[in-house]
């Protein structure tokens, strides 16, 4: 797997998917295939403070599109000291992403899903830093 900020531009920090994060994607793409479900579509992985910003102010002022809730002021899509973010939005429909996330929080260790918070988040996953597990299906 090669996922750098496909379209969060601009990607010239260097910014990537931390270690864990893409044992989440690969886990998702692993559960996905096992039950013959699509594959994940990534909408967002990394973004910069200044585009998180952006966001931030598209939402404030009414354009909201392909947004679900306000993007967070402290986020996991924005790149940490080391240039890695731990987080990632998906572009599967509202269904996928709630047969897909449940399984997620069921299922693997310390990976977070937005279908959980309040306001609802369905296409946002994440994998807070620090934290490593082992790949296993059901
Ligand atoms: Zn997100």
Not at 92 to 111: E, F, I, T, Y
Request: net charge neutral; with cysteine.
């Amino acid at each position: 797997m090669n996922i750098i900020c496909p379209n969060n531009p601009p990607i010239s920090d260097g910014s990537n998917l931390s270690p864990s994060a893409r044992q989440l994607y690969q886990w998702i793409e692993l559960y996905t295939a096992q039950n013959g479900l699509e594959q994940p579509k990534i909408l967002s992985i990394c973004r910069s403070k200044a585009h998180q910003k952006q966001l931030q102010d598209d939402w404030d002022a009414g354009k909201r599109e392909g947004l679900r809730v306000r993007p967070a002021d402290n986020s996991y899509h924005i790149p940490d000291k080391f240039g890695l973010c731990h987080a990632f939005d998906l572009a599967n429909s509202d269904k996928w992403l709630r047969m897909v996330g449940s399984a997620v929080v069921q299922n693997v260790p310390g990976a977070r899903w937005g279908g959980t918070w309040i306001p609802q988040d369905l296409p946002h996953f994440d994998m807070p830093p620090g934290i490593m597990f082992t790949i296993r299906l059901v």
